[in-house]
């Protein structure tokens, strides 16, 4: 046992007999144990009901109640069921040590015994059972941090979904167009007023930059492609208008505003949002 790095462990030593009682409890003592004797089965659960030792020696000949039925008793408790229990007996049949197993023990230690045998096998269920312990503590933690991290998720989608209906509230309730462009792939989104200014149901075309590009006026298109790279290159402001052609085949106005809102990391544009508004009236007026 390593006392300079965790506490003495506390066993609890059940035997009728005071001469065996002294002497387990000396044995243990010597090695730096804390030892809580209980001369019976009766004394035994209630010293266990009281405080949960981390081990316990437990006589199977006992008087009132033997030690197989103060083991099952024990091990139908939820909070004292994983501390280790070794029976300590004269009793060395193979039917007498499969009973003591059945009943919940994780060893068998026949009388008379040696001492080194019986602090080997402590130690050694001590540390199996430290073991356990932490990693049911470790699990325990992680349950906690799954449990925290799916509310933290639940909370931010609960979140998400309520923006989410507040913009599409705003896109609804607005008159212009909105778009949203990844300049990679050309894949765009394009709001159903976006479409219906050009006389479109929505998705009637794919939404795809191309199929934007083919609508504006061949004396536009150069100079709006130059305000998007310019936007792209310096951060100017893009902010143009230009003529697009509705189902129609009427010209309209539009007036475009949008911002780059995303690069990769080396800089190359990734995402580019805006609106269009209907202007043909106003330009008409002019």
């Given at each position: 046992m390593n006392a300079t790095t965790e506490a003495p462990a506390e066993i609890l030593v059940v035997d009728d007999t005071p001469a065996n009682l002294r002497l387990l409890?000396?044995?243990?003592?010597?090695?730096g144990y804390r030892v809580r004797p209980a001369l019976g089965g009766a004394l035994a659960l209630r010293s266990v009901a009281m405080k949960p030792p981390d081990l316990i020696l437990l006589d199977v000949r006992m008087p009132e109640m033997d030690g197989y039925a103060v083991c099952q008793q024990?091990?139908?408790?939820p909070l004292v069921r994983s501390v280790p229990v070794i029976f300590i007996s004269a009793l060395?049949?193979?039917?007498?040590?499969?009973?003591?197993?059945?009943?919940?023990?994780v060893d068998y230690i026949t009388k008379p015994f040696e001492p080194s045998e019986v602090l080997v096998r402590i130690r050694t269920h001590l540390d199996l059972w430290r073991l356990q312990q932490r990693q049911e503590q470790i699990?325990?933690?992680?349950?906690?941090?799954?449990?925290?991290?799916?509310?933290?998720?639940?909370?931010?989608?609960?979140?998400?979904?309520?923006?989410?209906?507040?913009?599409?509230?705003?896109?609804?309730?607005?008159?212009?167009?909105?778009?949203?462009?990844?300049p990679r792939t050309g894949l765009s989104f394009y709001s159903d007023r976006w479409y219906a200014m050009l006389g479109?149901?929505?998705?009637?075309?794919?939404?795809?930059?191309?199929?934007?590009?083919?609508?504006?006026?061949?004396?536009?298109?150069?100079?709006?492609?130059a305000a998007i790279q310019a936007h792209?290159?310096?951060?100017?402001?893009?902010?143009?208008?230009?003529?697009?052609?509705?189902?129609?085949?009427?010209?309209?106005?539009?007036?475009?505003?949008?911002?780059l809102t995303e690069r990769d990391d080396a800089g190359r544009p990734l995402r580019m949002v805006g609106t269009h508004a209907d202007i043909t009236p106003r330009k008409r007026a002019e």
């Open positions: 409890t000396n044995i243990l003592a010597e090695q024990l091990k139908a408790d060395n049949e193979p039917t007498d040590k499969i009973q003591g197993f059945a009943a919940g023990g699990q325990i933690e992680l349950e906690r941090r799954v449990e925290e991290r799916t509310a933290e998720l639940a909370e931010a989608n609960r979140a998400l979904r309520r923006s989410e209906e507040r913009l599409r509230l705003v896109i609804d309730a607005t008159s212009d167009g909105v778009w949203d462009w990844d479109y149901a929505p998705g009637e075309f794919e939404p795809i930059h191309a199929n934007w590009i083919d609508r504006i006026h061949p004396d536009d298109r150069a100079a709006m492609e792209f290159d310096s951060g100017a402001e893009y902010n143009t208008e230009f003529r697009m052609r509705a189902k129609s085949g009427d010209w309209r106005w539009i007036h475009s505003r949008g911002k």
